[in-house]
């Protein structure tokens, strides 16, 4: 199946942005791996990857969607990360912490971007995680 790049706008700026999970047999772990290239310039990404335990049923929680608490808002949302207001505050989170578009910034954790964002992601640690 191919994935297409999807688009967004942020500020006036387009983005366009892959989304991919990937298993690790050995650990239990998924990593879910979003890119996020400013437009037309496919050689400086933002690369998040989230590291989380694995679900043997439907895989990894942000891809699928999870009740996730935001403490900024005192709200219990439903988080799937396919929405684009959660790429959008990703993509804002990058451009603060100094992406911008055009720089490389390395992987970056994208769990510490959500809990930047407010969402209490303590349960989305592995056990496995620092072993």
């Given at each position: 199946?191919?994935?297409?790049?999807?688009?967004?706008?942020?500020?006036?700026?387009?983005?366009?942005?892959?989304?991919?999970?990937?298993?690790?047999?050995?650990?239990?772990?998924?990593?879910?791996?979003?890119?996020?290239?400013?437009?037309?310039?496919?050689?400086?990404?933002?690369?998040?990857?989230?590291?989380?335990?694995?679900?043997?049923?439907?895989?990894?929680?942000?891809?699928?969607?999870?009740?996730?608490?935001?403490?900024?808002?005192?709200?219990?949302?439903?988080?799937?990360?396919?929405?684009?207001?959660?790429?959008?505050?990703?993509?804002?989170?990058?451009?603060?912490?100094?992406?911008?578009?055009r720089?490389?910034?390395?992987?970056?954790?994208?769990?510490?971007?959500l809990?930047?964002?407010?969402?209490?992601?303590?349960?989305?640690v592995?056990?496995?995680?620092?072993k």
């Amino acid at each position: 199946m191919k994935r297409k790049l999807r688009k967004i706008t942020v500020a006036n700026n387009v983005y366009v942005y892959t989304i991919k999970e990937v298993y690790a047999v050995t650990t239990d772990t998924t990593t879910l791996i979003v890119r996020i290239f400013s437009d037309g310039h496919k050689a400086t990404p933002l690369i998040l990857h989230f590291l989380t335990y694995c679900d043997p049923i439907q895989g990894h929680p942000l891809y699928t969607g999870i009740d996730i608490f935001n403490q900024r808002t005192q709200e219990t949302v439903r988080f799937i990360i396919h929405r684009p207001v959660y790429i959008r505050a990703l993509i804002t989170e990058g451009i603060r912490r100094g992406w911008t578009g055009r720089n490389l910034t390395g992987i970056q954790d994208g769990v510490a971007y959500l809990n930047e964002l407010g969402f209490d992601t303590a349960f989305l640690v592995s056990p496995l995680q620092g072993k």
